[in-house]
């Protein structure tokens, strides 16, 4: 093995194993009976040749720092991925051919984690591009390692908006160790892409998005050879000498290498019949079994730390938040959403993994508060939610703890990103301020009312909402060592603190604040609507009605243990959410008793069922029948009840 | 009034016009206590020109069809639109100072289509954009009437990818129509944007993108009006002369026109204080109270029918579907999809007002039916969900009943624009196939499981979900009449039918398919898993227990008559979905049931639990325990309970 490029191998020995990758493509999803060979043999010239001559890889130590990055942002094209995967010799053969899209096994439709070569979870089209603009953003700046990100793009998916997302960040950020293959091979699923083969076309975008771009017949090796040469180059040995990303235009032949499909429209996503593999692999050549390994990583130490536009950008004269961990007095007002810069803050200064980006909305998130303290850990993503959470998943990917915020309202632009993000497999700390009608004069566009029962729904999700600043501080804590999705949700206005300082917060948990043997009825609240049942519980106490409230911070795990006691005690329950009723803290609660086998209990839920506008906070909460007077009302009417 | 270009209004009184528009910005955000004074400062001039001078609009009649559009997409320069309301005096004074902002009244925060001047509701950046590429969509193609589309875009949305998967199908539809207006103030909310004044980088990205681009001094008025001349006149008499759509690049300076914030960073959405709203409001000479009106809109007949590129796309060979309403054998196997794209043709058949649009996968949603017997009302938008959305929202807004479908999946691309959708107040029929673990070998990817509880949880949505092919159809044909946001479930593969032709299916029904007078147990499901309740009862009546099976094929609104019903009769619930079990076709049993204060019945929930990879359908459902095996054992399980 060379270090390097490596011209071990040659370029006859690239075009062999091209023709290796094509036919193991096509047996690959003629086994499986499903697939996409068309869209893999396109492609299969352009990743021979990367596979072999300049992706340095040690495929005996898939996790080995200093590897390269490959991610089919086509991720259709698994068939081309895990023929490359046998042509290396990390998969058989006969995993190959009968492990494919079959239950049970690893290499499944679309790659995933689950194969330790792959970083992130690809499928859902424009995503691994933006993805792997958060691995490069790890190599160039955190890692600050010569490794370069290689990523496969088809053609229709440039129609993606993420895409032009990432390419700005790219060039923003100056990731020359970035490389975009485009795979422009005509044909969509349903016929032709928006563009076609006017590759200029896509040339100039790119060029126009800041990317240095090679245009290049995608089947001729020595300009692809070329092409992938000059490109590593530009990523530079450390990763740092070029400014720009690459992107090579490969004009391609979906089915190249099978006379019968060439160019067809009407063979996407679809295995050949078996007789039709088989004169498609003769015409190939027949099936072969190279072993090709390419270049492996030489050893690298961290490079000198690059300071990047985030890091250069004016900083204000603000003094830096401490980084003690935040102490929050009861009674005294603060905003969650303040309490959870302070407490990145201090996570920050614990945990140099700890990595920060936003929405270009840090002022609101209190994100700026980390910006300031750790201009080199942060990454602002401006208004691109999209690429906000794919670059978090990106940098997870190395390792790092990254949160994102933006608005809650915003993360919905995300949610496709969130649900992958679930399927890499990677813990994701999202964080969305301003949620609900608490929020006032902005109106709907900037409330979010659906994130509760966005998130809820993602696989393995974790949902905290805290109601001051003390549950905040210690839910950041305790999101850094939370596998997979979780995401807190943080509220405008300030309120007045409720726990002291040290209280646990465990995730899974609630906090009874008001409790007696006689209790008759129990209020349950998260956020803003927990201190409007502290009112309604006054209110109530008033009439002689005794409340239980709880604290229901952890909406997803919910505290089981004390809801089926709170059923059981009182046998009354109102629950007040300032979301939708579908799907958020209501639901969670429902779900829950019922699951729990509880039987004997009313619950009263209130929830914004109205589509708001504009008004102070006050006079919302109260439209949408989730202040303490609408608490205490319902309360009421339950205990008149038997 | 003069028809055309009016040089009524001479730029001198423009001038005038805009120091008034920003005073009226700054008293009004000023009255309210927040806003975007800035924001809407830097646009003045560019807004006064062209309400002045270039907008063909009859703010007599703002629903004339001849009117222009006008799309505030940088929705946060609500105090310059509301202002402008003014000017043309439609909204009074009084109301720009007492109304904005305020709880009860209609200028919001942001806009909604709560007034009548407005279209499309904004807030959330880079979506009236592509909302306007609908709307012109409309003009050009369906109403073909020589209105104008005019969208303010702030710079720091053009961040947002949803804006080049805008201009990228603008561009494609040769919407000439369309004029942007981008007003490069260079700071965003935090600080700088992304390519701050660089507005040439923008020139170049609208370029690439297939735009005329202009770009101008956004303070010279010459320039301003050369510019929407330029434009208007590209836009041709009949809408149809031009092939582009126009980006008029503006360098704008926010603030502009108060020396103590012009180009500050520091005064992003925040109101001046009354005694510096005193000194901006001395400094633009104080306040003023012209009434101007620009060019009304000349009469107009709809112009030739124009060809679009999808129109043009080759058509296959493949007879076109029936015009009939289609009719489903009981017992016949068919896809739900399949009964959604014969219906989606039979629906077109009997009203010119459906309009169908696909992100480039109706050959597996069977929009392509409706692509085959109407080419002229669909609308192809590639892989391109954000648009796919806010185009059938732009459609909407002019009156079209626009049907949108993709994957389910993939619809999660979208959810933001959903969200505004509702907020607009939109019908908007969405179509999602391919849901759930159903599908099989393509992966988790590819496998809606959270898209119930994403769209339950959008405010007046409709959630429907059919398990043959008499009920899709009756159920498209009842999306075509049902407001606000609908959405259609669709499963992969075929099923064998349940219901006879002409048998209704209201939305908010269900249907009871099995029952007796001594059910023991009520299995409830939709789509696949009703199949799988079927089976299962079948099962448990060789075990002599009778089962009542439910088709809750409507999801919201849900039929909490036979819930109840059911919970009475039988005490016992199996409800099985193939989806995530939070938010979903569960959670809507339970929380009907609790609200409809039913206590005695003990509810299993079979959902998908874990993280599914590929494999067939059946070991899917199988692995997920939600096929009939596991439903007759989660029946038996509470049967053999008291």
Redesign the interface.
């Known amino acids: 093995m060379t270090t390097g490029l490596s011209n071990d191998v040659t370029l006859d020995v690239v075009a062999d194993l091209a023709a290796q990758l094509r036919v193991d493509s096509i047996r690959a999803s003629t086994s499986?009976?499903?697939?996409h060979p068309t869209s893999s043999m396109s492609a299969a010239d352009l990743l021979a040749a990367l596979v072999a001559r300049h992706l340095h890889y040690d495929w005996d130590d898939p996790h080995s720092p200093v590897n390269d990055h490959l991610i089919f942002s086509k991720?259709h094209a698994s068939p081309l991925l895990y023929s490359i995967f046998r042509a290396v010799g990390v998969v058989s053969e006969e995993e190959l051919l009968n492990g494919y899209?079959?239950?049970?096994?690893?290499?499944?439709?679309?790659p995933?984690p689950?194969l330790p070569w792959v970083d992130v979870?690809?499928?859902?089209?424009?995503q691994g591009l933006p993805d792997g603009v958060g691995v490069a953003l790890a190599g160039r700046y955190l890692d600050r390692l010569p490794y370069r990100v290689w990523v496969l793009c088809g053609d229709?998916?440039l129609?993606?908006?993420?895409?032009?997302?990432a390419l700005?960040k790219a060039s923003?950020y100056q990731l020359s160790n970035l490389v975009v293959i485009a795979d422009v091979n005509r044909l969509?699923?349903?016929?032709?892409?928006?563009l076609g083969w006017d590759v200029d076309?896509y040339a100039?975008?790119a060029?126009?998005?800041?990317a240095r771009v090679v245009v290049i017949d995608g089947h001729d090796l020595t300009a692809i050879d070329d092409a992938l040469t000059a490109a590593a180059g530009n990523a530079g040995a450390g990763g740092s000498t070029g400014s720009q990303p690459t992107v090579i235009v490969a004009k391609t032949i979906k089915g190249k290498g099978f006379a019968e499909v060439e160019n067809s429209p009407d063979w996407h996503g679809k295995p050949f019949p078996p007789a039709m593999a088989d004169r498609a692999v003769t015409e190939l050549g027949g099936v072969r079994s190279l072993v090709v390994r390419g270049p492996r990583p030489e050893p690298a130490e961290p490079g000198p730390a690059l300071e990047h536009p985030s890091t250069l950008?004016?900083q204000d004269e603000k003094p830096l938040p401490s980084e003690e961990w935040p102490v929050y007095k009861t009674g005294e007002k603060v905003a969650t959403r303040k309490a959870y810069g302070d407490a990145l803050v201090a996570l920050g200064a614990r945990d140099p993994k700890v990595v920060a980006l936003d929405g270009?909305?840090?002022?609101?998130t209190f994100a700026?508060e980390f910006t300031r303290a750790f201009p080199e850990r942060y990454f602002e993503m401006?208004?691109?939610?999209?690429?906000l959470v794919a670059a978090a998943t990106g940098l997870a990917a190395r390792g790092y703890k990254t949160f994102a915020s933006t608005f809650a309202?915003?993360l919905?632009?995300a949610?496709?990103f969130i649900?992958?993000g679930?399927?890499s497999g990677a813990d994701l700390r999202l964080v969305g301020s301003h949620s609900g009608v608490e929020i006032?004069?902005?109106?709907?566009?900037?409330m979010a009312?659906?994130d509760l029962?966005?998130i809820?729904?993602?696989?393995?999700s974790t949902v905290l909402y805290p109601a001051d600043g003390t549950s905040t501080a210690a839910l950041v804590a305790a999101m850094a060592d939370t596998p997979g999705i979780s995401y807190l949700r943080t509220t405008r206005g300030s309120y007045p603190g409720l726990y002291a300082a040290g209280e646990a917060f465990p995730v899974g948990g609630s906090k009874t604040l008001r409790s007696g043997s006689d209790d008759q009825v129990t209020l349950i609240g998260a956020g803003v609507t927990l201190h409007e049942c502290l009112r309604a519980a006054d209110s109530l106490a008033a009439d002689g009605i005794t409340a239980r409230v709880i604290d229901c911070y952890s909406v997803?795990p919910i505290d089981i243990g004390a809801l089926t006691a709170a059923a059981q005690d009182t046998g009354r329950i109102v629950v007040a959410e300032d979301?939708?009723?579908?799907?958020?803290l209501?639901?969670?609660v429902?779900?829950a008793l019922?699951?729990a086998?509880q039987?004997?209990?009313?619950?009263a839920?209130l929830a914004v069922r109205?589509?708001p506008?504009?008004?102070?906070g006050a006079?919302?909460l109260a439209?949408a029948g989730i202040d303490a007077e609408h608490i205490a009302d319902a309360a009421r009417q339950l205990a008149a009840r038997p």
């Open positions: 499986a009976g499903s697939g991720g899209r079959r239950f049970g096994e690893r290499l499944e439709g679309h995933t689950i979870a690809t499928g859902s089209l424009g229709s998916e129609a993606e908006g993420s895409i032009w997302e700005d923003y969509g699923q349903r016929g032709a892409t928006d076309a100039r975008r060029e126009a998005f800041g950008a004016p270009e909305v840090s002022n609101s700026e401006f208004i691109a939610e999209q690429q309202a915003f919905t632009r949610y496709d649900r992958m679930s399927i006032g004069a902005d109106g709907p566009s900037q009312l659906e029962a966005m809820r729904a993602v696989h393995g997803k979301h939708h009723p579908e799907g958020g209501g639901s969670a429902a779900d019922l699951a086998g039987r004997d209990f009313r619950l839920h109205g589509m506008g504009s008004g102070t006079e919302l439209w």
